[in-house]
């Protein structure tokens, strides 16, 4: 179903998942479409696609003085950064599931965790796409969501795991399982911190580990495969999409990682006392309630320090790894024609609004990183127009000559990669939480507008955010009360998507079932007696 907004007032329209049973895991054929030679000439580049999880702003190169990260920084100086890019939904599967499809969750059904293979089989994601279109793809790590069901094997020529087992079989990554394995400790009873222990909160934990175990560690294996694919000779164009779960909890690194950020030396995130009073009452309620979780236990056992030091090294084992990718590019016969494309699927909350983790529609949750280098494309170039993570498809088109894809959502970012300065103003949405049936009631998704200066939050029961991000870069002061700036809360709210589509069905309804060697989703019989 989608949601038709007039004025407003949101109405609702039906889309068809597949069918109960599971679905298909071959794109359907595309439609012809125009296509270009690559936008800065010459013969199709490769691209080497390197996503991380969880990574907020603290880069370097976005002027956070204490995050170790000189490989990240490294590519930035050799292509454009853009200062201004926003994930389509602040957590994993969604995020994700808008990059490969090019569209938001408002158009897709994906808000949360809705596996994407089950409910939209009919989107011919990035990685399909440029198969079919004389690419060779291959993949390794977490590039899709990692649990089972989400990576399909026909969307690439290769996908790495670095353990044949169940995970693989069943089309998913099993991260945690493997900091176990390299730990020598059960997976389930793993808690090194006092507020892990207390909370029992599902690996949010961190930890140094002996420097002699990094190679043993799944991320570590990843850029391994990732660096021997870029010294192997190819015949063909090809995509290497690499997936690091670092600094994605738990915040296990190794000791050297850890040692770049002595104890008692950590700057933690400012809190303003109060900060939650002049949220909406709802919104406030929900992040009262919250705090109460993560945030209140890693400050009474004292441990907030310590968890930012855990992400901070995190961070940057994951841009040793970033390193090591770059190395063996430069050091490759593809270094020349290569286009480099560097994101992170969300942001993060370290403390900031009494908040740890995603989940918000505020600045620190759909804040992410995104650096662009290729060949043609300057060095050192830096954009402020406010960008999404849904526009990296229709750019991989243009950069790399494949047809074009009119369903899109997303706009090609070639513009300000040949000229970063351009002061374009776009509008820029994010949604937060399923707009699922509760007892066949409808509940809207939340959804979120940044421009240049601004950003407008709209939630359920029509509860309101307004902030002025060249003033308020924190987020301290909630304006959509003050009737100054009545005229700026209407003309962000006409930037609200005219459509929202209704939310798939969620894993928690789902089963992945394997079968002689391949996998694919099963409405559970409970739920399906639901939707009855």
Same mark, same amino acid.
């Given at each position: ?71 990240? @920084? ?14 389509? *939904? ?80 069943? =089309? ?32 949010? &934990? ?12 799944? @991320? ?5 495969? *990732? ?12 995509? %290497?999409?690499? =997936? ?14 850890? &040692?770049?950020? !002595? ?22 309620? %929900? ?14 056992? &004292?441990?907030? =320090? ?12 994951? @841009?040793?790894?970033?390193?090591? #990718? %770059? @190395? ?42 995104? #650096?662009?280098?290729?060949?043609? #494309? ?17 750019? %991989? ?30 509008? #820029? ?95 559970? !019989? ?7």
């Amino acid at each position: 179903m989608r949601l038709h907004r007039r004025d407003g007032v949101f109405l609702l329209i039906a889309v068809v998942g597949c069918a109960f049973g599971g679905c298909s895991e071959e794109p359907p054929e595309s439609l012809p479409a125009k296509q270009s030679p690559p936008a800065f000439g010459g013969s199709q580049p490769n691209v080497v696609f390197i996503v991380v999880d969880d990574l907020n702003d603290w880069v370097g190169s976005y002027g956070d003085g204490q995050a170790v990260t000189p490989n990240i @920084d490294r590519l930035a100086e050799q292509g454009v950064l853009f200062e201004r890019a926003y994930c389509a *939904a602040p957590m994993c599967n969604a995020s994700r599931a808008s990059v490969m499809s090019g569209m938001y969750p408002y158009s897709t059904g994906i808000y949360e965790d809705e596996p994407l293979l089950y409910n939209r089989p009919d989107l011919v994601t990035l990685p399909a796409h440029f198969r079919s279109n004389g690419y060779s793809v291959h993949g390794g790590g977490k590039v899709f969501h990692q649990t089972g069901g989400n990576i399909a094997p026909s969307m690439f020529d290769e996908y790495y795991h670095w353990k044949e087992g169940a995970a693989a079989r069943a =089309g998913g990554m099993d991260y945690p399982g493997n900091y176990a394995e390299v730990l020598g400790a059960d997976r389930n009873q793993m808690a090194f911190t006092e507020t892990a222990k207390e909370s029992r909160a599902g690996r949010f &934990d961190f930890y140094a580990f002996d420097d002699r175990l990094e190679a043993l560690v799944a @991320d570590s294996l990843v850029t391994g495969w *990732a660096v021997d694919f870029l010294g192997q000779t190819h015949d063909k164009p090809f995509m %290497l999409a690499v =997936g690091l779960y670092s600094p994605h909890k738990p915040n296990y690194a190794p000791q050297h990682y850890y &040692d770049l950020y !002595p104890e008692g030396e950590i700057t933690l995130p400012r809190v303003l006392e109060g900060d939650l009073e002049d949220l909406p009452k709802r919104v406030r309620n %929900l992040r009262e309630q919250r705090a109460k979780g993560h945030y209140d236990s890693v400050v009474k056992h &004292d441990e907030w =320090g310590g968890y930012v030091r855990g992400y901070l090294a995190s961070l940057s084992y994951a @841009d040793a790894q970033i390193g090591r #990718i %770059l @190395d063996a590019l430069e050091s490759s016969e593809y270094g020349d024609n290569t286009v480099v494309v560097f994101w992170s699927d969300n942001g993060y909350h370290l403390g900031e609004k009494k908040h740890w983790g995603k989940k918000t529609l505020w600045e620190r949750a759909t804040h992410v990183p995104v #650096i662009i280098a290729g060949p043609g #494309i300057a060095g050192g170039g830096r954009s402020g127009t406010p960008v999404s993570l849904v526009d990296l498809y229709p750019t %991989l088109i243009d950069l790399c000559g494949v047809p074009v894809r009119d369903t899109l959502d997303g706009r090609s970012l070639v513009g300000l990669l040949k000229d970063p300065s351009r002061e374009d103003d776009r509008h #820029i949405i994010t949604t937060w939480q399923h707009p699922g049936d509760k007892k066949k009631s409808l509940r809207k998704p939340n959804i979120s507008v940044r421009s240049r200066q601004w950003r407008y939050s709209w939630y359920v029961g029509g509860e309101e955010e307004l902030y002025d991000e060249a003033r308020d870069p924190e987020e301290w002061h909630n304006l959509a009360g003050d009737p100054e700036y009545a005229g700026v809360l209407a003309g962000m709210k006409k930037h609200l998507p005219g459509t929202v589509v209704k939310g798939g069905v969620q894993m928690k309804d789902l089963k992945v079932v394997v079968e002689d060697g391949s996998f694919r989703w099963v409405l559970r !019989p409970e739920a399906a007696s639901r939707e009855k």
